[in-house]
């Protein structure tokens, strides 16, 4: 039975809190210099400490990784479709919808809200729409 302590870090996004066991190593400097090297993420890194393969993890310590810039929140994206396949319009950003919703005349409100909307013609038919993509 092996009695050298083993150091593991477990890494938790600040942004959206996944997580990662890193590779366990033989001493706390390894696991700054393995933390530094390969974890390129705002997060709060937790280590811990195992006598053997026997014994639970005993936590040590915590910190946070502030050497990545913090991750931002992906901005959402808009298509605008057309029934006939015309002017289809990928990839929009909300200012760029917004834009198109005054040209098509459309509430860009209410497919930041609801996700998407449906055009209708004067005859009550559906002639394309808008919705969120991500």
Not at 6 to 25: F, R
Not at 50 to 64: G, P, V
């Amino acid at each position: 039975m092996n009695s050298e302590l083993e150091y593991h870090a477990l890494t938790v996004s600040v942004y959206n809190g996944t997580s990662y066991w890193n590779k366990h190593q033989k001493d706390i400097e390894s696991v700054y210099a393995h933390i530094k090297r390969y974890c390129h993420r705002h997060c709060h890194v937790f280590i811990f400490t195992k006598e053997n393969s026997d014994s639970e993890l005993r936590f040590k310590e915590q910190f946070e990784n502030r050497k990545a810039k913090p991750e931002v929140e992906p901005q959402p994206t808009y298509t605008i479709w057309f029934q006939d396949g015309g002017g289809r319009q990928e990839g929009l950003t909300e200012d760029q919808m917004r834009k198109q919703s005054e040209r098509y005349s459309f509430d860009a409100d209410e497919v930041v809200e609801s996700g998407e909307l449906t055009f209708i013609d004067e005859l009550g038919e559906e002639i394309g729409g808008c919705f969120k993509t991500n």
